[in-house]
């Protein structure tokens, strides 16, 4: 052992066993790899057969929603046709970075980079990628502000998508990042999960965009009316990039002027 250790005198030996050990440790090793491999082919399988029976479901729910998106707009078409509708009023928007919050602690506003000389003006709404975050309530020359949906003093009217119900929806005063719809009696078909879109009917909101998601639902009998709070939908916190549209107002076609009665069937009724 002390010559081995010194001079190294068994190495030639143990190459040689080595050489000759290795064919029967490989043969030796064959089953566990044999089996090893085959429960990783039986795997493979496994997860290949239940992709494909997923990705065969999908594909016929998605025909079955494409023929009914099909069917639903040639009923659109025809019912707009039959009711002789004109088409929806045309929004234009106006990108805008939004610079810094508000220094009021007590409100949830956002300061954005355009302003008067941009063509911002009072009361256009503002949204993002997911839906509309509030509308704009200050106009300076070079920048604007805008007050959040969630704030307290601030209203927009909404329409649940699934019931068509309206509704009006509140800041929640009580800090929170909610919205709260107000004034629903507590029988109201309204559910957890419920999405409320704008429903064009103040004259500021364009119809259609998504505002809120319904969160809680809290029914009380001693109560006339439910307390319904709303997730909202647009990037509240932390939004960057905003798009501020054009005031629906603004395109709507002017009331007509009041019919004035003639002098003589005035005087003529006097008589």
């Not at 508000?102 to 949830?108: F, G, M, N, S, W």
């Not at 502000?145 to 509140?170: C, H, K, Q, Y």
């Not at 879109?197 to 004259?203: A, K, Q, Y």
């Amino acid at each position: 052992m002390m010559g081995d250790s010194r001079f190294n005198l068994s190495y030639p030996l143990r190459t040689g066993l080595s050489f000759i050990i290795y064919p029967i440790q490989w043969i030796a090793m064959r089953p566990t790899v044999w089996s090893s491999e085959f429960l990783q082919m039986t795997q493979d399988r496994q997860e290949a057969q239940n992709k494909e029976i997923e990705t065969h479901q999908k594909l016929l729910k998605q025909s079955l929603r494409a023929l009914q998106v099909d069917q639903l707009a040639l009923e659109n078409l025809q019912l707009r046709n039959i009711l002789g509708l004109r088409e929806r009023l045309q929004t234009h928007g106006t990108a805008a970075e939004v610079l810094y919050d508000a220094a009021d602690p007590y409100t949830r506003k956002l300061i954005v980079d355009k302003g008067a000389l941009q063509g911002v003006s009072l009361s256009s709404p503002v949204m993002d990628e997911f839906g509309i975050l509030g509308q704009i309530t200050a106009v300076h020359p070079l920048v604007s502000e805008v007050t959040l949906v969630i704030d307290a003093e601030n209203s927009i009217p909404v329409l649940n998508t699934r019931t068509g119900a309206r509704g009006v929806a509140f800041g929640e005063a009580g800090g929170a990042p909610l919205l709260e719809l107000r004034y629903m009696a507590t029988n109201a078909d309204i559910e957890v999960g419920d999405d409320l879109t704008t429903s064009g009917i103040d004259g500021v909101y364009p119809p259609g965009i998504p505002v809120a998601k319904v969160t809680q639902v809290e029914r009380k009998a001693q109560s006339v009316f439910a307390r319904i709070l709303c997730a909202p939908q647009g990037k509240v916190q932390g939004a960057r990039m905003v798009m501020i549209l054009d005031p629906l107002l603004n395109q709507l076609p002017a009331k007509p002027a009041p019919e004035k009665t003639p002098a003589s069937n005035s005087m003529a009724g006097k008589r």
